[in-house]
């Protein structure tokens, strides 16, 4: 397969986030790197971030959210937890609580607690309003490289992984 870059238009992020709602990968910025998104609560979708990155199976992936209500519905929370995410989100704070069902032992590397974030990022948040699903999203590199800084550096590094960026 070859990666396709996408420009962000609106016909773009309703076509990237129809692909990750049916359990596709899709490259996506983030406040800092790229992340390599896929359906947090599809098994199989986020069994494919980890065999395009090479990553183990060991290590957990962060689920990112476009709001407290999606969040609720993947964690056990409590009142500091809330107070936490209604005081720092958006922004790069990772909260760990106990997961619910939703979401998949994979994800977790079957830990009993679930990372959930809400980037700040407005065309990530977006994506994930628009698919409707939590997104599972490490970076978009290669297990123990260097993570991407642009879309070209994901391409470079996964080219024939994943279909988009």
């Not at 070859?2 to 910025?29: D, E, H, M, W, Y």
């Not at 359906?39 to 990553?55: H, L, M």
């Amino acid at each position: 397969m070859k990666t396709r870059i996408f420009q962000p238009t609106a016909t773009n992020i309703r076509r990237l986030a129809a692909s990750l709602a049916k359990g596709g990968l899709v490259g996506v910025p983030a406040e800092t790197v790229y992340g390599l998104a896929a359906n947090a609560t599809d098994a199989v979708a986020c069994e494919a971030i980890f065999k395009a990155k090479g990553r183990p199976a060991f290590d957990p992936l962060i689920v990112h959210v476009s709001s407290l209500t999606q969040a609720k519905k993947l964690a056990q929370w409590n009142p500091v937890s809330e107070a936490l995410a209604k005081q720092f989100w958006p922004g790069p704070l990772t909260l760990v609580l106990p997961k619910r069902d939703a979401i998949p032992d994979i994800v977790t590397s079957g830990l009993p607690t679930v990372a959930l974030r809400m980037p700040s990022h407005p065309l990530f948040r977006k994506l994930i309003r628009e698919a409707g699903v939590p997104l599972a999203a490490p970076s978009a590199n290669p297990f123990g490289y260097i993570s991407p800084t642009s879309a070209e550096h994901v391409r470079e590094s996964l080219e024939g992984r994943i279909p988009a960026i």
